[in-house]
């Protein structure tokens, strides 16, 4: 039985995750060729500022090693960028002219960074952070520059300029809302972490909106003009504001798209043949954007591809949102909801001597979203329990103290209060 062709537009995570789990459920029926616009072979853009910080090399972030690709082979097309898909015909063509079958089609093309529409936002020392190249353009001006400022303050901005003053800049964040990763975390958690990061000597702007980048009369910025008048000395501005997701393809081969591609809850287009992933892809009633756990709806993805039965399971069930990160000296992780509402009961506790902030939010018996600072020790368990939907009203009063206290108070494996999910498959 011939080998139905399978494309992978994009070479980033989700897509990748996607290939490896139906590699490992169905690895004789496709016959793969990915490609990629970069001439990287696929890595984890979440890691970028690890080595802007100086603790990883380039070629650390590589997903998998080039001997996975070809024992599983796959046809890697590095440096290649696809500019049509022709649906009637199942083709792609890519931008130097060649063609290539498929019987399915799978569209990851991630997205690409926000950049402000700011008076001199085209100035030399204006940057995005979103790929290699622009961690070592970053690298570049951070030898010459002195000042910095990074436009943004959620996780990736954070990280930016945790790396920034590591490699000796003067350090502003500037952000518009009213505490910092305010999708993840709560106004207690917010003022919690920036003031551990103004422990490292980053300065914090918040409630501040950026009208104008300053130049220097030779073409390189040289400020940030704020909305009540003052400015801020930079010779390096990042803008971490978010992402767009790249559509513009699957725009042009007539796939539904809204704010990213339209995906039901399999992973498939208004076309039949072709899927989205990723960043790139617009899932129900979730809107754009990574969600996780991606290896879990990569698993289920592959189900479906190979047949195996997943009709009634669909791949988004499991999706909550989540975010493990070390910002300087603080360890963090989020997940779930992370804001109080008139539905969800909070459990608070703090320790200001240890700086450790802890917040679980509960709902109809299940825990339903955490947030952890200082302490992540107990992240696993608290993600198992999410995504599990366990009832926890047998120790709900517990639940702060953490997964030792509970087994050390008697609670065997038997309890149902210790889920056992895979563990995600680590790069090879």
């Not at 208004?270 to 129900?284: F, K, L, N, T, V």
Request: glycine fraction near 10%; include cysteine; hydrophobic fraction near 40%.
């Amino acid at each position: 039985m011939a080998k139905e062709k399978l494309v992978l537009i994009g070479n980033g995570n989700a897509g990748l995750k996607a290939l490896h789990a139906l590699l490992d459920i169905a690895p004789e029926r496709f016959e793969i060729r990915v490609f990629g616009a970069e001439p990287h072979l696929p890595y984890d853009r979440n890691t970028l500022a690890s080595v802007l910080a100086d603790e990883k090399q380039v070629d650390d972030l590589h997903l998998y090693k080039p001997e996975w690709y070809a024992s599983h082979g796959i046809q890697m097309h590095l440096g290649t960028e696809i500019t049509e898909v022709d649906r009637e015909k199942r083709k792609v063509h890519t931008k130097d002219g060649k063609v290539y079958d498929y019987d399915r089609l799978v569209f990851g093309t991630g997205s690409k960074s926000n950049v402000l529409p700011l008076p001199g936002n085209d100035l030399r020392g204006v940057m995005t952070f979103r790929q290699i190249e622009d961690v070592n353009n970053l690298l570049a001006r951070a030898q010459v520059a002195h000042q910095a400022v990074v436009i943004g303050g959620g996780l990736q901005g954070l990280e930016i300029a945790c790396g920034l003053k590591r490699r000796g800049l003067e350090v502003t964040v500037i952000y518009e809302g009213d505490t910092l990763m305010e999708d993840q975390l709560d106004a207690e958690g917010g003022v919690m972490l920036q003031r551990t990061m103004e422990q490292l000597g980053i300065d914090f702007l918040g409630s501040a909106h950026a009208t104008a980048l300053q130049d220097d009369g030779r073409g390189n910025v040289r400020g940030v003009i704020l909305d009540y008048g003052s400015g801020v000395a930079a010779d390096l501005v990042v803008m971490s504001v978010g992402i767009q997701p790249n559509i513009g393809l699957a725009q042009r081969c007539g796939l539904t798209c809204d704010q990213g591609v339209v995906v039901d809850d399999r992973l498939v287009t208004s076309d039949d043949r072709i899927y989205a992933i990723g960043e790139c892809a617009q899932y129900p009633n979730q809107g754009v954007g990574h969600i996780a756990p991606i290896v879990e709806i990569a698993r289920l993805w592959a189900l479906h591809m190979a047949g195996s039965g997943c009709e009634q399971k669909p791949v988004l069930a499991a999706a909550h949102g989540e975010t493990h990160s070390e910002l300087g000296d603080m360890d963090l992780y989020a997940i779930g909801q992370t804001h109080d509402s008139a539905a969800v009961t909070p459990l608070v506790w703090r320790d200001s001597v240890m700086n450790i902030y802890k917040k679980l939010l509960v709902r109809d018996h299940a825990l339903v979203g955490a947030i952890l600072l200082g302490d992540t020790t107990d992240a696993r368990w608290y993600r198992d329990l999410v995504r599990g939907h366990v009832d926890i009203s047998a120790v709900q009063d517990k639940l702060l103290a953490g997964e030792k206290a509970l087994r050390e108070a008697g609670y065997d494996q038997d309890s149902g209060f210790f889920p056992n999910f895979e563990e995600e498959v680590p790069a090879t």
